[in-house]
């Protein structure tokens, strides 16, 4: 007679074996419900660290946009306020104009006069102007109001600095204008490229019926205002400039997603036969164990 005795290590390896079938089963069921298959770094370390690599790039091309979305936004309230200055300052030309007319009196131009100081506040609310909490036109003192009138023009006590935004690692864009360049001009406070004095020497002109003052400060509104245009088209400018570095940047980040995915993401069809797999194999293994596990005295029987 012989006896015939299981295998220690045979079973051993057989439990071992689903264990393992059991772990890649639970692996490959998460892979799937999350559609990410580096579930850890051992997973893939190469691939991994890829991943790592692309996410960190993405994360900072998306700061870059960030800051290039709040230039533009800087820069577009800007470009409204000059805008709008610009109007202000056609708005004087034509009441100028008027005041120049040998058919308007005194009267009439002591009543231009009038709209025409209007304009000279309208003025001054633009030029303190604010946007998200800051003063537009104060350099870096953008807690500062900027502007002030005075009896012959304005006073200013922001700065002429720019402020700066970083929008790529290697490229920064001024975001503002500042307040003495808009509306003191290249000749300073009161000279003829001042707004606010050139907008009072137009209004005591009409006041006074003096003709040769209307037309000497309205000569240099013009000026002003030809001035005023070549800030708003710098400013547009500086936007274009904007919007296609973030579009830039958007299409790069798309480029480093799609290139991320393809180390990250999970192959559906390859994942889902291979739970397929690990499941047939679990079946077969738990089927070795329960055949052992009913040996008895009589299966060792010769």
Not at 37 to 55: I, K, W, Y
Not at 101 to 120: F, L, P
Not at 163 to 190: C, E, H, K, R, Y
Request: proline letters at 2%; a negative charge.
């Amino acid at each position: 007679m012989s006896l015939r005795t299981p295998n220690p290590l045979t079973n051993y390896q057989t439990r071992l074996d689903l264990q393992r079938s059991k772990e890649r089963m639970t692996d490959l069921s998460n892979q799937i419900s999350s559609g990410n298959r580096l579930l850890r770094l051992s997973d893939d370390p190469t691939g991994s660290a890829l991943v790592l690599d692309f996410q960190n790039s993405i994360a900072i091309n998306k700061q870059h946009i960030d800051q290039a979305n709040r230039a533009t936004s800087f820069l577009k309230t800007s470009e409204t306020t000059l805008s709008s200055l610009d109007d202000s300052l056609q708005r004087l030309l034509e009441l100028g104009q008027q005041g120049q007319s040998d058919i308007t009196g005194s009267n009439g131009r002591a009543n231009i006069a009038n709209e025409v100081d209007g304009i000279r506040s309208t003025i001054l609310s633009l030029a303190n102007t604010q946007s998200q909490g800051k003063y537009l036109f104060s350099g870096t003192n953008t807690t500062t109001q900027p502007f002030t009138l005075t009896a012959t023009g304005a006073n200013y006590a922001g700065n002429g600095a720019s402020i700066n935004l970083d929008i790529t690692s290697s490229t920064s864009v001024s975001t503002n204008i500042p307040g003495n360049t808009v509306f003191f001009g290249a000749g300073g406070q009161g000279s003829s490229t001042d707004m606010f004095t050139q907008v009072t020497n137009l209004r005591d002109a009409l006041t006074s019926n003096n003709s040769a003052g209307i037309k000497t400060a309205c000569d240099n509104i013009k000026n002003i205002q030809s001035a005023l245009n070549n800030q708003i088209t710098d400013l547009g400018g500086r936007q274009a400039s904007i919007e296609q570095i973030t579009t830039d940047l958007g299409s790069y980040n798309e480029s480093l997603q799609t290139i991320q995915n393809t180390y990250q993401s999970v192959d559906y069809p390859t994942a889902i036969s291979e739970w397929y797999q690990e499941q047939t194999a679990q079946q077969a293994s738990l089927s070795v164990i329960s055949k052992t596990g009913k040996t008895n005295l009589f299966d060792y029987l010769g």
